[in-house]
């Protein structure tokens, strides 16, 4: 799971014209969130993680 709500936690991310539409910034934090996710994930998981905040230089899991 991806949550969008801890990726994209600045005002910057969002578009001006609708509040829920991500931004060029939102965009670009998404994206690179989901790369992360993609090269973390493990198929094999027993368990679901939820991945936040990109922008520490990786896509930390939290397991639940």
Do not use: F, M, N
């Amino acid at each position: 799971v991806l949550d969008l709500r801890v990726v994209c936690d600045e005002a910057g991310d969002y578009a001006s014209s609708w509040p829920i539409e991500p931004s060029a910034q939102g965009g670009r934090k998404i994206a690179a969130a989901i790369g992360e996710l993609v090269q973390a994930q493990s198929p094999g998981a027993p368990h679901t993680l939820v991945y936040g905040s990109a922008r520490q230089g990786s896509c930390e899991g939290i397991s639940l």
